[in-house]
């Protein structure tokens, strides 16, 4: 898969790690960089890559993943979903058809990261009785707002 990958200042160290680890799983990763403190810049332009399909899935990293998240949110068609444990990081893709998530490198520690991003890669969404209805009413929404 293609993925894109961004941060702000305070994970750059994080985030070059994260980058070699989902190299090493055989995906191709491009960086939409760190320099810019105002993180919703960068978080907006992964989404918007994503959004437009040029990239399969991104990942995204601040401090707690929180902020990039809500900036990517933002963006028609963008997904992101902040994960902590590796079932959310699954259910992200699988229940809701995430296209992004995002990780905090000040509360997730670089192995469970990891651990996060593998699951979360390792899945594709199959739309099912069960979540394609709640999925389809936010693209509904959304697309009517």
Not at 11 to 29: F, N, P, R, T, W
Request: aromatic content about 8%; hydrophobic content about 40%.
């Amino acid at each position: 898969m293609k993925i894109a990958v961004g941060c702000d200042p305070n994970a750059q160290a994080y985030k070059e790690e994260m980058i070699e680890y989902i190299k090493s799983l055989g995906h191709e990763v491009t960086d939409f960089g760190s320099d810019d403190v105002i993180y919703a810049h960068v978080a907006t332009k992964v989404a918007e890559a994503v959004a437009a399909k040029e990239y399969d899935r991104g990942v995204l990293f601040c401090g707690t993943g929180i902020g990039v998240m809500l900036a990517a949110n933002k963006v028609k068609g963008a997904y992101a979903a902040n994960v902590w444990n590796v079932y959310s990081a699954k259910r992200a893709c699988l229940s809701n058809n995430c296209n992004i998530i995002t990780l905090g490198c000040q509360v997730t520690g670089n192995m469970l990261a990891k651990e996060l991003i593998s699951a979360y890669l390792n899945e594709t969404y199959v739309r099912n009785e069960r979540s394609g209805k709640k999925v389809d009413a936010i693209v509904e929404y959304e697309q009517n707002h």
